[in-house]
T-cell receptor, first 110, second 118 residues
Framework: TQLLEQSPQFLSIQEGENLTVYCNSS?????LQWYRQEPGEGPVLLVT?????EVKKLKRLTFQFGDARKDSSLHITAAQPGDTGLYLC??????????FGTGTRLKVLA | GAVVSQHPSWVICKSGTSVKIECRSL??????MFWYRQFPKQSLMLMAT?????????EQGVEKDKFLINHASLTLSTLTVTSAHPEDSSFYIC??????????????FGPGTRLTVT
């Protein structure tokens, strides 16, 4: 069974701080996605990474796919209250079926 | 583009009754749709993969006779929770994947359906 462990599980920080969320697995993924989910809503796709070592930036968010394609990280610079939410990574082992990580609940305090 | 809708957005039913949840891709054709459930403060757990015109593939531990999935067209998949019990109360989310040639293999999520069984 493929498992995607995210750390930390919970994170509460002040506005303006930086943070990094990690997504780790012992399995290799052909692609990996990051989502943000608000309470009572479906996940919203932030980015898809497919190449080992790939780095993608989305405004203040930086995503990195590990060289071995087993792990990924999400770095947020100067966090804002609007960044509050549940961050989920999801990996595809090549079957186009995504397995979700355990989730990281972020709260940014004004 | 790439909008997925779900209906209803929330439903309350009595124990023992059945509930049908619809998932529609509004502006693209989806040969494959996925059904997930999410308990409070937890991540999404894949229940089954729904393929248009064929039987759904269920994940280990998911009862196929309890969670009936029908993918009758390229834009609609339905999940029926049969003989619902309070432990089936959850947030059910579907996603749809565009077929090859229509952009990517990314999946697009619906807004979810909150089911409460009393």
């Amino acid at each position: 069974t493929q498992l995607l462990e995210q750390s930390p599980q919970f994170l509460s920080i002040q506005e303006g701080e930086n943070l990094t969320v990690y997504c780790n697995s012992s399995s290799v993924f052909s692609s990996l996605q990051w989502y943000r989910q608000e309470p009572g809503e479906g996940p919203v796709l932030l980015v898809t990474v497919v190449t080992g070592g790939e780095v993608k930036k989305l405004k203040r968010l930086t995503f990195q796919f590990g060289d071995a394609r087993k792990d990924s990280s999400l770095h947020i610079t100067a966090a804002q209250p609007g960044d509050t939410g549940l961050y989920l990574c999801a990996g595809d082992s090549g079957t186009y079926k995504y397995i979700f990580g355990t989730g990281t609940r972020l709260k940014v305090l004004a | 583009g790439a909008v997925v809708s779900q209906h209803p957005s929330w439903v309350i039913c009595k124990s023992g009754t059945s509930v049908k949840i619809e998932c529609r891709s509004l502006d693209f054709q989806a040969t494959t749709m996925f059904w997930y459930r999410q308990f409070p403060k937890q991540s999404l757990m894949l229940m089954a993969t729904s393929n248009e015109g064929s039987k759904a593939t269920y994940e280990q531990g998911v009862e196929k006779d309890k969670f009936l999935i029908n993918h009758a067209s390229l834009t609609l998949s339905t999940l029926t929770v049969t003989s619902a019990h309070p432990e089936d109360s959850s947030f059910y989310i579907c996603s749809a994947r565009a077929p090859p040639g229509q952009g990517s293999y990314e999946q697009y999520f619906g807004p979810g359906t909150r089911l409460t069984v009393t």
